[in-house]
Every structure is written in structure tokens, then in C-alpha cells.
Nanobody, 126 residues
Framework: QVQLVETGGGLVQAGDSLRLSCVFS????????MTWFRQVPGELREFVAG????????GYANSVKGRFTVSRDNAKNTVILQMDSLKPEDTAVYYC???????????????????WGQGTQVTVSS
């Protein structure tokens, strides 16, 4: 049974940092690209960051480029989203997801997501 569990969310002030972790249970973690999406109420879930299956390639939304860093540890079935210089507009529920792709070529595509985590709330106060 595949399961993705995100941890690390919370309430912080603008300028602070948070580190989100996602642990993948099941086979095939190291064979596919992993992504982070986020969603605020009433809006579509939007792409935040993604990483290729071997960690050699990453991609970011323009809104987080230079502030967020995605990484993975295939030995531990874990993907990390390091979020620095947080802004109030980063407030959202953050979801970890496994894609159907091996590279980062299509990681912004919600249609390519095979498994979603349950999400973790990140709230940034001004």
C-alpha cells in the first residue's frame, strides 16, 4: 500500500524558515520524480517544486525560486522541501506527490500525479 506522509508544517513569521519532509511508503520511490504542490481555499492546487528520480535535476515555480530548495534521499524514501525567507503569500496546505515521470520535464502537470500525500498546513504571519 502506497502512502505519503508530510510533516514539518506550522505557524511562522515572515522571514522565517520551515523544513517539510515527506516519507514515501511502498515500492518505486526512487524510480520517479517527486513534487510539492500547495493549495489555498478556493484556488487550484499549484506546483511549487519538483525533483527528478535521481535528484540530479530540480524545478521551481517562479514565486519560490531562490527561496525554496527541494532534495531527496532515495535510501530513506524521503523528499525534503526547505523553505527560507517565507512570505505571507506562501501560506497554504503543502502536498507531496509522486509523479508518473522520471525527469523534471513535466513535473508541473497535475495530471501526471499518481499519489498524493494528505498535506501539511504552512501559515506565515506578517
Amino acid at each position: 500500500q502506497v502512502q505519503l506522509v508530510e510533516t514539518g508544517g506550522g505557524l511562522v513569521q515572515a522571514g522565517d524558515s520551515l523544513r517539510l519532509s515527506c516519507v514515501f511508503s511502498g515500492r518505486s520511490f526512487s524510480s520517479y520524480a517527486m513534487t510539492w504542490f500547495r493549495q489555498v481555499p478556493g484556488e487550484l492546487r499549484e506546483f511549487v517544486a519538483g525533483i527528478s528520480r535521481d535528484g540530479g535535476s530540480t524545478g521551481y515555480a517562479n514565486s519560490v525560486k531562490g527561496r525554496f530548495t527541494v532534495s531527496r534521499d532515495n535510501a530513506k524514501n524521503t523528499v525534503i522541501l526547505q523553505m527560507d525567507s517565507l512570505k505571507p503569500e506562501d501560506t497554504a496546505v503543502y502536498y507531496c506527490a509522486r509523479t508518473m515521470y522520471t525527469s523534471t520535464s513535466y513535473i508541473t502537470d497535475r495530471g501526471g500525479i499518481v499519489y498524493w500525500g494528505q498535506g501539511t498546513q504552512v501559515t506565515v504571519s506578517s
